[in-house]
């Protein structure tokens, strides 16, 4: 494993693999783009909220 986050942007085309070695094991995809570049957050009341880092979108 790379000493830093750095070393794993390197190979956006490997970004399956890099989910999965990090436990995520299900990919998602912004509803507005397409993008799979989604953060989950959590809400003000608790609860969990997915926002695209690519086009801003956000969605719960």
Known sequence: MPASIIGEADHPSDEAAMRER????TLL???SCGSSHVAQVLG???G???V???CGHSWS
């Open 52 to 54: 695209c880092t690519a």
């Open 44 to 46: 003000d009341n608790g």
């Open 29 to 31: 995809n912004c509803p």
């Open 22 to 25: 990090a436990g995520r094991c």
């Open 48 to 50: 969990v909220s997915y």
